[in-house]
T-cell receptor, first 113, second 111 residues
Framework: NAGVTQTPKFQVLKTGQSMTLQCAQD?????MYWYRQDPGMGLRLIYY???????DKGEVPNGYNVSRLNKREFSLRLESAAPSQTSVYFC????????????FGDGTRLSIL | EDKVVQSPLSLVVHEGDTVTLNCSYE??????LLWYKQEKKAPTFLFML????IEKKSGRLSSILDKKELSSILNITATQTGDSAIYLC???????????FGPGTRLSVLP
Protein backbone atom coordinates (compact mmCIF):
# COMPACT_ATOMS: atom_id res chain seq x y z
CA ASN A 1 0.00 0.00 0.00
CA ALA A 2 2.43 2.67 -1.18
CA GLY A 3 -0.19 5.37 -1.92
CA VAL A 4 1.66 8.43 -3.27
CA THR A 5 5.43 8.13 -3.65
CA GLN A 6 7.70 11.12 -4.18
CA THR A 7 11.38 11.16 -5.07
CA PRO A 8 13.78 12.49 -4.00
CA LYS A 9 13.06 13.26 -0.33
CA PHE A 10 15.78 15.92 -0.10
CA GLN A 11 17.73 17.89 -2.69
CA VAL A 12 20.12 20.81 -2.68
CA LEU A 13 20.63 22.73 -5.91
CA LYS A 14 22.63 25.72 -7.02
CA THR A 15 20.87 28.67 -8.61
CA GLY A 16 20.34 28.02 -12.30
CA GLN A 17 20.44 24.22 -12.10
CA SER A 18 17.50 22.16 -13.28
CA MET A 19 15.82 19.15 -11.78
CA THR A 20 12.69 17.03 -11.94
CA LEU A 21 10.64 15.92 -8.95
CA GLN A 22 8.94 12.58 -9.50
CA CYS A 23 5.56 11.48 -8.20
CA ALA A 24 3.67 8.23 -8.66
CA GLN A 25 0.39 6.96 -7.21
CA ASP A 26 -0.95 3.43 -7.18
CA UNK A 27 -4.59 4.16 -6.31
CA UNK A 28 -5.83 4.54 -9.88
CA UNK A 29 -6.70 8.18 -9.16
CA UNK A 30 -7.60 10.50 -12.00
CA UNK A 31 -6.41 13.80 -10.54
CA MET A 32 -2.91 14.71 -9.40
CA TYR A 33 -1.47 17.88 -7.89
CA TRP A 34 1.77 19.61 -7.04
CA TYR A 35 1.80 21.94 -4.02
CA ARG A 36 4.53 23.89 -2.33
CA GLN A 37 4.51 24.66 1.38
CA ASP A 38 6.31 27.63 2.86
CA PRO A 39 6.23 28.70 6.53
CA GLY A 40 2.96 30.45 7.41
CA MET A 41 1.60 30.06 3.86
CA GLY A 42 -0.20 26.73 3.95
CA LEU A 43 -0.15 24.70 0.74
CA ARG A 44 -0.18 26.58 -2.54
CA LEU A 45 -1.11 24.85 -5.77
CA ILE A 46 1.54 24.95 -8.49
CA TYR A 47 -0.04 22.77 -11.20
CA TYR A 48 -2.66 20.09 -11.34
CA UNK A 49 -3.82 17.41 -13.74
CA UNK A 50 -7.53 16.65 -13.59
CA UNK A 51 -7.07 13.57 -15.74
CA UNK A 52 -4.46 11.81 -17.83
CA UNK A 53 -3.45 14.03 -20.73
CA UNK A 54 -4.46 17.35 -19.16
CA UNK A 55 -2.56 19.84 -17.03
CA ASP A 56 -3.54 23.26 -15.70
CA LYS A 57 -1.83 26.06 -13.84
CA GLY A 58 -2.54 26.66 -10.20
CA GLU A 59 -1.87 29.66 -8.01
CA VAL A 60 1.95 29.79 -8.34
CA PRO A 61 3.03 28.18 -11.66
CA ASN A 62 5.86 30.53 -12.66
CA GLY A 63 9.24 28.82 -12.93
CA TYR A 64 7.75 25.31 -13.11
CA ASN A 65 6.63 22.84 -15.74
CA VAL A 66 4.78 19.57 -15.35
CA SER A 67 4.22 16.36 -17.27
CA ARG A 68 1.43 13.85 -16.71
CA LEU A 69 3.35 10.93 -18.11
CA ASN A 70 0.52 8.44 -17.64
CA LYS A 71 -2.27 7.91 -15.14
CA ARG A 72 0.18 6.97 -12.37
CA GLU A 73 2.92 9.55 -12.78
CA PHE A 74 3.04 13.35 -12.55
CA SER A 75 6.41 15.08 -12.59
CA LEU A 76 7.39 18.65 -11.71
CA ARG A 77 10.36 20.29 -13.40
CA LEU A 78 12.35 23.33 -12.37
CA GLU A 79 14.18 24.50 -15.48
CA SER A 80 16.40 27.13 -13.84
CA ALA A 81 16.17 26.97 -10.07
CA ALA A 82 15.99 30.18 -8.04
CA PRO A 83 16.39 30.69 -4.26
CA SER A 84 12.70 31.68 -4.10
CA GLN A 85 11.85 28.10 -5.02
CA THR A 86 13.35 26.79 -1.79
CA SER A 87 10.37 25.02 -0.24
CA VAL A 88 8.80 21.71 0.65
CA TYR A 89 6.98 20.21 -2.33
CA PHE A 90 4.04 17.86 -1.95
CA CYS A 91 2.46 15.72 -4.60
CA UNK A 92 -1.13 14.63 -4.05
CA UNK A 93 -3.77 12.59 -5.82
CA UNK A 94 -7.55 12.46 -5.71
CA UNK A 95 -10.08 10.10 -7.28
CA UNK A 96 -11.40 13.02 -9.33
CA UNK A 97 -14.78 14.48 -10.19
CA UNK A 98 -15.24 15.89 -6.72
CA UNK A 99 -15.31 12.50 -5.08
CA UNK A 100 -13.18 13.14 -2.06
CA UNK A 101 -10.00 14.01 -0.36
CA UNK A 102 -6.42 14.34 -1.46
CA UNK A 103 -3.84 11.73 -0.56
CA PHE A 104 -0.39 13.21 -0.08
CA GLY A 105 3.15 12.02 -0.59
CA ASP A 106 5.73 12.57 2.13
CA GLY A 107 7.17 15.64 0.45
CA THR A 108 10.46 16.75 -1.09
CA ARG A 109 12.53 19.28 0.83
CA LEU A 110 14.31 21.39 -1.79
CA SER A 111 16.98 23.98 -0.99
CA ILE A 112 18.39 26.27 -3.65
CA LEU A 113 21.60 28.09 -2.85
CA GLU B 1 -9.77 35.28 -5.78
CA ASP B 2 -10.52 32.13 -3.80
CA LYS B 3 -9.39 32.43 -0.21
CA VAL B 4 -9.33 30.33 2.96
CA VAL B 5 -8.48 31.93 6.29
CA GLN B 6 -7.71 30.16 9.56
CA SER B 7 -7.53 31.43 13.11
CA PRO B 8 -5.70 31.47 15.32
CA LEU B 9 -2.46 30.92 13.40
CA SER B 10 -0.77 29.61 16.49
CA LEU B 11 -2.05 28.25 19.81
CA VAL B 12 -0.37 26.89 22.93
CA VAL B 13 -2.43 24.93 25.45
CA HIS B 14 -1.89 22.42 28.23
CA GLU B 15 -2.90 18.79 28.19
CA GLY B 16 -6.55 18.36 29.03
CA ASP B 17 -7.63 21.70 27.58
CA THR B 18 -10.32 21.96 24.89
CA VAL B 19 -9.48 23.92 21.74
CA THR B 20 -11.53 25.33 18.87
CA LEU B 21 -9.90 26.05 15.54
CA ASN B 22 -11.62 28.26 13.01
CA CYS B 23 -11.73 28.23 9.22
CA SER B 24 -13.57 30.67 6.97
CA TYR B 25 -13.66 30.80 3.20
CA GLU B 26 -14.56 32.95 0.23
CA UNK B 27 -14.60 30.79 -2.87
CA UNK B 28 -16.56 30.23 -6.03
CA UNK B 29 -18.08 26.83 -6.72
CA UNK B 30 -17.77 25.44 -3.19
CA UNK B 31 -17.88 21.65 -3.15
CA UNK B 32 -16.68 20.56 0.30
CA LEU B 33 -14.46 21.55 3.22
CA LEU B 34 -11.72 19.30 4.52
CA TRP B 35 -9.56 19.25 7.64
CA TYR B 36 -6.07 17.75 7.72
CA LYS B 37 -3.51 17.21 10.48
CA GLN B 38 0.13 17.69 9.57
CA GLU B 39 2.87 16.51 11.85
CA LYS B 40 6.31 16.05 10.36
CA LYS B 41 5.52 14.93 6.86
CA ALA B 42 2.38 14.57 4.74
CA PRO B 43 -0.97 16.01 5.82
CA THR B 44 -3.30 13.27 7.02
CA PHE B 45 -7.03 13.47 6.48
CA LEU B 46 -9.39 14.16 9.38
CA PHE B 47 -12.82 15.16 8.05
CA MET B 48 -14.68 16.10 4.91
CA LEU B 49 -17.80 18.24 5.32
CA UNK B 50 -20.34 18.94 2.64
CA UNK B 51 -23.59 19.64 4.48
CA UNK B 52 -24.25 22.50 6.85
CA UNK B 53 -25.00 21.76 10.50
CA ILE B 54 -24.06 18.09 10.53
CA GLU B 55 -21.29 17.34 13.00
CA LYS B 56 -18.62 14.84 12.13
CA LYS B 57 -16.89 13.17 15.04
CA SER B 58 -13.86 10.97 15.49
CA GLY B 59 -12.84 10.27 19.06
CA ARG B 60 -11.94 13.56 20.72
CA LEU B 61 -12.12 15.51 17.45
CA SER B 62 -15.25 16.93 15.93
CA SER B 63 -16.06 19.39 13.17
CA ILE B 64 -19.05 21.20 11.77
CA LEU B 65 -19.72 23.31 8.70
CA ASP B 66 -21.85 26.47 8.53
CA LYS B 67 -22.48 27.26 4.86
CA LYS B 68 -24.46 30.36 5.73
CA GLU B 69 -21.50 31.84 7.60
CA LEU B 70 -18.99 30.29 5.15
CA SER B 71 -17.05 28.77 8.00
CA SER B 72 -16.16 25.64 9.90
CA ILE B 73 -14.78 24.80 13.32
CA LEU B 74 -12.62 21.93 14.48
CA ASN B 75 -12.90 21.04 18.16
CA ILE B 76 -10.43 18.95 20.09
CA THR B 77 -11.41 17.98 23.63
CA ALA B 78 -9.09 16.71 26.38
CA THR B 79 -6.01 17.57 24.31
CA GLN B 80 -2.92 15.37 24.44
CA THR B 81 0.70 16.10 23.48
CA GLY B 82 0.15 13.91 20.44
CA ASP B 83 -2.34 16.49 19.14
CA SER B 84 0.55 18.93 18.59
CA ALA B 85 0.57 19.58 14.85
CA ILE B 86 -0.43 22.01 12.14
CA TYR B 87 -4.13 21.76 11.35
CA LEU B 88 -4.95 22.64 7.76
CA CYS B 89 -8.34 23.60 6.39
CA UNK B 90 -8.98 23.16 2.67
CA UNK B 91 -11.93 23.88 0.41
CA UNK B 92 -12.65 21.86 -2.71
CA UNK B 93 -13.74 24.06 -5.60
CA UNK B 94 -14.40 23.72 -9.32
CA UNK B 95 -16.41 20.53 -8.97
CA UNK B 96 -13.76 19.13 -6.65
CA UNK B 97 -10.89 19.47 -9.09
CA UNK B 98 -9.00 22.00 -7.02
CA UNK B 99 -8.32 22.44 -3.34
CA UNK B 100 -7.56 25.80 -1.77
CA PHE B 101 -5.70 25.55 1.52
CA GLY B 102 -5.61 27.94 4.44
CA PRO B 103 -2.33 28.87 6.16
CA GLY B 104 -2.89 26.36 8.97
CA THR B 105 -3.11 26.62 12.75
CA ARG B 106 -0.02 25.46 14.63
CA LEU B 107 -1.20 23.80 17.86
CA SER B 108 1.25 23.05 20.64
CA VAL B 109 0.03 20.98 23.57
CA LEU B 110 2.28 21.16 26.63
CA PRO B 111 2.39 18.38 29.23
Amino acid sequence: NAGVTQTPKFQVLKTGQSMTLQCAQDMNHNSMYWYRQDPGMGLRLIYYSASEGTTDKGEVPNGYNVSRLNKREFSLRLESAAPSQTSVYFCASNPGQGTGRCHFGDGTRLSIL
Amino acid sequence: EDKVVQSPLSLVVHEGDTVTLNCSYEVTNFRSLLWYKQEKKAPTFLFMLTSSGIEKKSGRLSSILDKKELSSILNITATQTGDSAIYLCAVAINYGQNFVFGPGTRLSVLP
